[in-house]
């Protein structure tokens, strides 16, 4: 079946860029989509369709897409942006499958 | 504003039957996918499957066919997310979700607040 893969954990001081990457083999065909998640609380979308930000999302959340590896970026990252952040896609079937990546915890510290 | 409101807390024995809900507001519930997640205590996100309530088309994840039903009641905007017989494996937090659009492929953006399904003897 299906998978994306995501690095387990990504630290950076606040202040610095946080790189959260997303790999799948049908990516260059399917778009992205990130979720963050605090402790305790349902996710929230971030990113969608790639690169679009939804109304409320700071700015410093950007997205983008090459070949079968899709990028969150967090310019300027801040303690409250600590949490769990999941990419999800779907495969390239005829009958899609959608699939969320394993999560990468953020640490800011 | 589009809501989505689960219904509560279940604690539940080995081999019982389950039905929790999904209930969509603020919204055309029949031209979305509704999507329902599964999240185990210290676990990443899970797709169970989608359902489109506009005419009751679901597909399933690989790992969740044959183990759990969705369903859909369009006249009263509700998604269900059943087991006929629980196991102690199946407790998780369960989340519903909405797609962004009608298309398959898509993700999804609002989410309901999650109900916690335990099952232990």
């Known amino acids: 079946s299906y998978e994306l893969t995501q690095p387990p954990s990504v630290s950076v001081s606040p202040g610095q860029t946080a790189r959260i990457t997303c790999s799948g083999d049908?990516?260059?065909?399917?778009?992205a989509y990130w979720y963050q998640q605090k402790s305790g609380q349902a996710p929230v979308l971030v990113i969608y369709?790639?690169?679009k930000r939804p109304s409320g999302i700071p700015e410093r959340f950007s997205g983008s897409s090459s070949g079968t590896m899709a990028t969150l970026t967090i310019s300027g990252a801040q303690v409250g942006d600590e949490g769990d952040y999941y990419c999800?896609?779907?495969?390239?079937?005829?009958?899609?499958?959608?699939?969320f990546g394993g999560g990468t915890k953020l640490t800011v510290l | 504003e589009v809501q989505l409101v689960q219904s509560g807390a279940e604690v539940k024995k080995p081999g019982e039957s389950l039905q929790i809900s999904c209930r969509g507001s603020?919204?055309?519930?029949?031209?979305?996918?509704i999507a329902w997640v599964r999240q185990r205590p210290g676990k990443g996100l899970e797709l169970m499957g989608i359902?489109?309530?506009?005419?009751?088309?679901?597909r399933y994840s690989p790992s969740f066919q044959g183990q759990v039903t969705i369903s859909a009641d369009k006249s009263i905007s509700t998604a269900y997310l059943q087991w006929s017989s629980l196991k102690a494996s199946d407790t998780a937090m369960y989340f519903c979700?909405?797609?962004?659009?009608?298309?398959?492929?898509?993700?999804?953006?609002?989410w309901g607040q999650g109900t916690l399904v335990t099952v232990s003897s």
């Open positions: 979700a909405r797609s962004l659009n009608p298309t398959v492929t898509t993700g999804v953006d609002y």
């Open positions: 603020g919204h055309s519930f029949i031209t979305n996918w």
């Open positions: 359902i489109y309530p506009g005419d009751s088309d679901t």
């Open positions: 049908a990516l260059p065909e399917r778009y």
């Open positions: 369709d790639d690169n």
């Open positions: 999800y896609s779907t495969d390239s079937s005829t009958n899609p499958r959608g699939v």
